[in-house]
């Protein structure tokens, strides 16, 4: 049996099969060489969670190991990139600006990107704050999971650093914070596109942007 659910509007709670049901993304890389892999993190934003799993560790260590031995996939930098939309474009910058030396690009479409902000704006709902407390503990603001910080701390070192790409609809609820992080990453010297247009958080939007990521992604046959 098929039940199709009225859609819900934050990605929060959204699972892993939600790229396939939403989007075309399979019949987009369909002719690209490229593997799309599409974990599930439940409602993690990608961390080691001070009161639950750890899926810091998951994602950024266990699941490419875990692909790597079930499909003949390549461990070379420049073959590997990461995307996400929401939580999930926090993840993957947060993936790329942590693990420089793994991923040639990442992609944010309407990510979360000011983590800080994402907390204070929820700070009227005491359920909220609990569950980013138990997610990221008491301080978000200079730690590994303060995408701003990871901005500076590439910036001071000498490492390879990634591509990255970034687009949100000026109608977001996020927008505000895309423009703290573009502002951020416009002190260094990482390679940010941006791109904004009219847009809300839905995925009419995700799924138009999603193929300019894969028209940016420097894939090595483009030369």
């Known amino acids: 049996m098929h039940v199709i659910l009225p859609q819900q509007t934050h990605n929060q709670i959204d699972d892993d099969s939600i790229w396939l049901r939403r989007t075309s993304i399979e019949r987009y890389v369909a002719d690209l060489g490229i593997a799309v892999v599409m974990p599930q993190v439940h409602r993690s934003f990608y961390t080691d969670m001070a009161e639950g799993g750890r899926y810091w ?56 990107l000011d983590m800080v902000a994402h907390f204070d704006n929820m700070n009227s709902s005491p359920l909220w704050q609990a569950e980013m407390e138990r ?23 000498s490492g390879p650093r990634p591509l990255l790409y970034q687009c949100c609809g000026t109608e977001d609820f996020l927008y505000e914070q895309n423009q703290s992080f573009r502002e951020a990453c416009s002190q260094t010297d990482l390679q940010l596109t941006y791109e904004e247009e009219p847009g809300e958080h839905e995925w009419g939007y995700w799924d138009k942007k999603i193929q300019n990521v894969l028209k940016w992604l420097p894939l090595p046959e483009r030369g």
């Open 135 to 157: 997610i990221f503990g008491p301080k978000i603001a200079g730690s590994e999971n303060d995408l701003l910080q990871l901005l500076k701390e590439n910036q001071a070192t």
């Open 57 to 112: 560790t998951f994602i950024s260590e266990e699941l490419p190991a875990l692909a790597r031995s079930f499909f003949p996939l390549s461990h070379q930098r420049e073959d590997n990139y990461v995307a996400g939309l929401s939580m999930g474009g926090y993840g993957a910058f947060k993936l790329a600006l942590r693990k420089p030396d793994q991923f040639a690009a990442a992609a944010s479409l309407s990510g979360a």
